[in-house]
Nanobody
Framework: QVQLVESGGGSVQAGGSLRLSCAASRRSDCMAWFRHAPGKERERVATIRTSGGSTTYTDSVKGRFTISRDNAKNTVYLQMNSLNAEDTARYYC????????????????WGQGTQVTVSS
């Protein structure tokens, strides 16, 4: 079992930045950030493999968001730059076992989410 707690959300103006954190109770092979906005389907934003640190991103955030990890702290981060209104959503941290973290495999453990609101 893995407990995940997100933090760092808030309200920012378009063009601003936020850094989300996800504290995990134990190590997992794969970590990911998802987001869910009202009226839209949940979207996988980024993934990172704990061993080796390989990452993937959804197209809409490439070049703007960076997922990273601190394995000693069992913590995953999502640095979000150049935020726009389309980034407004509740962001969730997730974890699972596996090798290919961006594969079409459901994530097992989920945090409670942290709200990100981008205004103009």
């Amino acid at each position: 079992q893995v407990q995940l707690v997100e933090s760092g959300g808030g309200s920012v103006q378009a063009g601003g930045s936020l850094r989300l954190s996800c504290a995990a109770s134990r190590r997992s092979d794969c970590m990911a950030w998802f987001r869910h906005a009202p009226g839209k389907e949940r979207e996988r934003v980024a993934t990172i493999r704990t061993s080796g640190g390989s990452t993937t991103y959804t197209d809409s955030v490439k070049g703007r968001f960076t997922i990273s990890r601190d394995n000693a702290k069992n913590t995953v981060y999502l640095q979000m730059n150049s935020l726009n209104a389309e980034d407004t959503a509740r962001y969730y941290c997730a974890a699972r076992s596996g090798e290919i973290c961006h594969a079409q495999v459901a994530y097992t453990y989920w945090g409670q989410g942290t709200q990100v609101t981008v205004s103009s």
